[in-house]
């Protein structure tokens, strides 16, 4: 059965025969990207609902980021919660922040504090694009390997996990950057754990 199962496959798609090719010799590494997978789509999920709530309470955050760290956790628990990847959404939502960002400095000049915030604020997204493209700079190379040698790869695979577990590192940076954050997700933990212990 396994094996007419195979033949429609490979005689219904013209790539079919390299595709599954692909799969059957990489049983075990599909195998391992499916543990990972299985054990950071968790990680994401609870990961970015904590640090949604968590920028919600948060009041020190300058505006800028109260509109752009909430639209990117909600971004990154889709993908926790669907795995679908979050690369055009960062990126309007970066071009907005911006753009945002160049208004305010031209509006601010003489408030110093604010300038501060706002320069911190900028060092903490730096950090968060560097994460970002650590993560996503793999399937960018897989995509032109792919184009280039017209045959997917086992580096392809590894370069899909790499961006769903972008998700998963987000909420790291964001408790590793900003300290109201950190204790609010700090809290909720604590508050969930007291619950059920």
Not at 79 to 101: C, D, E, P, R, Y
Not at 177 to 196: A, G, W, Y
Request: hydrophobic share 50%; net charge positive; proline share 4%.
């Amino acid at each position: 059965m396994k094996n007419v199962s195979l033949e429609i496959s490979r005689s219904s798609h013209p790539n079919g025969v390299l595709l599954l090719q692909l799969l059957e010799s990489q049983n075990t590494t599909l195998f391992s990207l499916s543990v990972l997978h299985f054990v950071f789509c968790p990680v994401a999920t609870l990961g970015n609902a904590l640090a949604i709530r968590a920028l919600w309470k948060a009041s020190s955050l300058p505006p800028n980021l109260r509109k752009l760290l909430p639209s990117l956790a909600l971004c990154d628990l889709a993908v926790g919660l669907f795995a679908h990847t979050t690369f055009a959404a960062v990126f309007v939502i970066s071009a907005a922040l911006k753009n945002q960002i160049q208004a305010q400095f031209q509006q601010l000049n003489a408030q110093v504090i604010v300038l501060l915030r706002e320069r911190k604020s900028a060092l903490n997204v730096v950090y968060i694009y560097i994460v970002f493209a650590a993560c996503y700079l793999p399937k960018l190379c897989s995509t032109f390997d792919d184009a280039i040698t017209g045959n997917p790869s086992v580096f392809t695979l590894f370069a899909l996990f790499f961006v769903f577990l972008n998700s998963s590192l987000n909420p790291l940076v964001y408790c590793w950057r900003l300290r109201e954050v950190r204790q609010i997700m700090k809290d909720t933990l604590k508050k969930i754990f007291r619950l059920e212990g």
